[in-house]
T-cell receptor
């Protein structure tokens, strides 16, 4: 069964500083990997995804993530954080379901606080 | 944003009462999902649908049932609500091809007293 670990529950960074959120996954085959962001009281918004090809993927809002198969990691990065990036971030791994579709297994999330 | 609405957005109910949550999409996507979100657990899949009248269980399906009579609507029913079902419930949709990325609705906050 697949699993996702986000080792950092809370992270605080200063506005303008760089950011890296860690994600480690466990999955037997080539994984579908996703990062989502959730603002308070809102649903989840897809930031970026990886399935194959270039291991460095670009997403929305200036985020990128790098897939490292040898480390089973898919860390999210941003070179310069803005106050509006304060939110909770979820990493997820997907597995194809019987009948199609894609079951997402989520990590427990990392809460990002941005200091002005 | 994907056209997904959930109703109601907030609900307080008593233990033992039936509750139905509705998810409605305007994207004509084939796959629909129900998740619950609880602190320390992330999101967990309750049930999903791969077409009209085609549904299957997820990892936390006990105490829940679903129905999908139309492409656009996916209903989640708690037959007899319990306090352990107090949670935030999210509906998601995905297309029938590609990487199946999922798009989420705004959520329903359910409190069972």
């Amino acid at each position: 069964a697949q699993s996702v670990t986000q080792p950092d529950i809370h992270i605080t960074v200063s506005e303008g500083a760089s950011l890296e959120l860690r994600c480690n996954y466990s999955y037997g085959a080539t994984p579908y990997l996703f990062w989502y962001v959730q603002s308070p009281g809102q649903g989840l918004q897809l930031l970026l995804k990886y399935f194959s090809g270039d291991t460095l993927v670009q997403g929305i809002k200036g985020f990128e993530a790098e897939f490292k198969r040898s480390q089973s990691s898919f860390n999210l990065r941003k070179p310069s954080v803005h106050w509006s990036d304060a939110a909770e971030y979820f990493c997820a791994v997907g597995a194809i379901l019987t009948g199609g579709g894609n079951k997402l297994t989520f990590g427990t999330g990392t809460q990002l606080k941005v200091e002005l | 944003d994907a056209g997904i609405t959930q109703s109601p957005r907030h609900k307080v109910t008593e233990t033992g009462t039936p509750v139905t949550l509705r998810c409605h999409q305007t994207e004509n996507h084939r796959y629909m999902y129900w998740y619950r979100q609880d602190p320390g657990h992330g999101l967990r899949l309750i049930h999903y649908s791969y077409g009209v009248k085609d549904t299957d269980k997820g990892e936390v399906s006990d105490g829940y049932s679903v129905s999908r009579s139309k492409t656009e609507d996916f209903l989640l029913t708690l037959e007899s609500a319990t306090s352990s079902q107090t949670s935030v419930y999210f509906c998601a949709i995905s297309e029938a091809s590609g990487t199946y990325e999922q798009y989420f609705g705004p959520g329903t906050r359910l409190t069972v007293t």
